[in-house]
């Protein structure tokens, strides 16, 4: 059976339970102190029931702790699934949607979400889905927003001629109550 990996020299099981109460890291905290029983000269596997994992996963920690220190104990972040838009694109993408659609080449007067996946499509070959792009807008500070369209050729004089005006058919009720025969 191999020999154990063994600790850095620069800390002391002391040292790992002040920064485990320091810590404002749960995992982090349980990590230094499974560590701590390691550097009290207990077994790996009292390590494990410590913090309650296999003796593999103490190997791992103290790779990271013998590599990183401390805050190799951390949980790293896991990136997530890059970006489809870079920044270049994006402030194309800007400027396409602030300069507006030209209804002569784009065949549209206003943009749709539709439209600009497919004008990404056509400028970057990137596939986005419609949902997609609506979140980075909204992320950017864009709003969907549809205002409804004014006809330039309004005019107020003939709306105002063209409103009902006449009294209605129906009479009021004269003032005088009418009395029933008796």
């Avoid at 080449?105 to 600009?116: A, E, S």
Wanted: glycine letters at 6%; one cysteine or more.
């Amino acid at each position: 059976m191999a020999a154990p990996i063994p600790l850095r020299n620069d800390f002391t099981a002391t040292d790992l339970r002040q920064l485990a109460r320091k810590t404002s890291d749960a995992k982090q905290a349980r990590r230094l102190l499974s560590l701590a029983v390691i550097y009290d000269g207990g077994s790996r596997t009292d390590a494990s029931n410590t913090g309650g994992v296999t003796l593999q996963i103490i190997r791992d920690w103290v790779l990271r702790f013998n590599t990183e220190g401390p805050e190799g104990l951390k949980d790293k972040h896991a990136g997530g699934v890059p970006r489809l838009l870079n920044e270049d694109q994006l402030q194309a993408l800007k400027c396409l949607i602030e300069k507006g659609p030209t209804p002569a080449i784009h065949t549209v007067v206003r943009w749709r979400l539709c439209d600009l996946t497919q004008w990404i499509w056509e400028e970057y070959r990137i596939s986005i889905s419609t949902s997609r792009l609506g979140r980075i807008l909204r992320s950017r500070g864009w709003r969907k927003l549809s205002a409804r369209p004014c006809q330039r050729q309004r005019n107020e004089e003939a709306n105002e001629a063209f409103k009902k005006t006449s009294k209605p058919r129906y009479q009021k009720s004269s003032t005088q109550k009418h009395r029933a025969k008796t």
